[in-house]
Structures are given as C-alpha cells and as structure tokens.
C-alpha cells in the first residue's frame, strides 16, 4: 500500500498508470490488515517511510542515513508481534538486511536514476560518473559487513522449522555473497558472472 501511494506520488507513465490501478486491490488489503488489529504496524511503516522520504528530499550526500531509514522500516516489520530477545534480534536481524537491501537496489538503480535525474544517494556521492574498481569494492565490503551482521543475528535465533532455517541460510550465505560479487561498474548486477 505505502510502496504504491509512493509510487503515485513519484513516478510518470507506466509506473503512475501501474500504481493507479493497484491503488484500489491494495487499499482494500489494507482497511483488511487494519481492521485485524495491524494498525499500530502500519503507522510504523508510514512513519519510517515519511523519515526516508525527508532524507531523500534532503538529498544530502549519505549512503546511510537513507540505507538506517529504510532498515528500521524493515526491523519493525521483522520483528512485529514479538518480545523479549526474540524481538531483539529480529529487529537486528531486520535492520542490517534492510540496509543492505537498501544499498545494493540503490547501486543496482544508480545508472537509471542518473540517466532519469532522479534521487539515488550514489548518484549524490559520485555524481553522474560511475565510481572506480577501489570505490565499488568500498561498496562491496559495505554490503559484506552488513551481511556478517545479519548472519551474527541468525545465528542467535532458534527456528522449530529446519526447512525455514536452510532457506534464511541459503539466502544469507549463498544468495546474497553473490549478489554483493555481481555487482559491476555500470551501477547494475552483471548477469553474466
């Protein structure tokens, strides 16, 4: 729902149009969760939301502040309903992946946004020219130490699942590494690694 009122807001022709048809199916999904008692949920993300949307207007030159905004929308998704150590590290758990995601989509989207002028905090940081091989390893061993704090959390959780646990793992220690080596200069993942 927030993803989509966002998309109105930000984006033009098939994005806007896309968003505009969504908007009523997703609206509706979320007078649903509302009504089922998600609304404190709710005002949490809008309110996380509305933070990395004033960062992003700030447009100051920072990888993270906008990757910490988005990381604690996501901690409080991840870690919603629980207590105690267990919301602890859910919450730490969710804030490191959200950084990561955040920084790794900023860097997938670097060269479309400075083609379409618009807001990326790399584009910010190293203008319309792609950084060097030494800055976008910088980069990736940002993305690597964001990874080694998501598994430090994983490691601390319990799962009564152990098909759930391989998957978290599997993300964590094989899907993600790679992402971080495919990255490539042009700001995109190179698909052919």
């Excluded at 929308?73 to 969710?94: E, F, M, Q, W």
């Excluded at 990561?100 to 083609?115: G, H, P, Q």
């Excluded at 601390?156 to 993600?176: A, R």
């Amino acid at each position: 729902y927030h993803k989509v009122l966002d998309d109105l807001s930000d984006e033009k022709g098939f994005k806007k149009l896309r968003a505009r048809l969504v908007y009523p199916f997703v609206a509706h999904s979320r007078k649903k969760a509302l009504k089922s008692g998600l609304g404190d949920l709710d005002a949490q993300i809008s309110e996380g939301l509305g933070s990395l949307s004033a960062i992003e207007k700030e447009a100051a030159p920072s990888v993270n502040a906008p990757a910490e905004a988005f990381g604690k929308i996501l901690a409080d998704i991840v870690s919603y309903g629980l207590t105690g150590t267990d919301a602890r590290v859910a919450y730490a758990l969710g804030l490191t992946v959200g950084k990561w995601i955040y920084i790794a989509d900023a860097l997938d989207d670097w060269a479309e946004d400075v083609e379409k002028g618009r807001y990326n905090p790399f584009r910010l940081l190293y203008g319309d020219t792609l950084p060097s091989e030494e800055e976008l390893e910088g980069i990736r061993s940002a993305l690597k130490n964001e990874l080694l704090s998501a598994e430090a959390a994983v490691d601390l959780m319990e799962f009564e699942q152990t098909d759930i646990k391989e998957i978290v793992l599997n993300i964590l220690y094989l899907g993600m590494p790679d992402r971080i080596e495919k990255i490539d200069t042009r700001g995109k993942t190179d698909q052919k690694k």
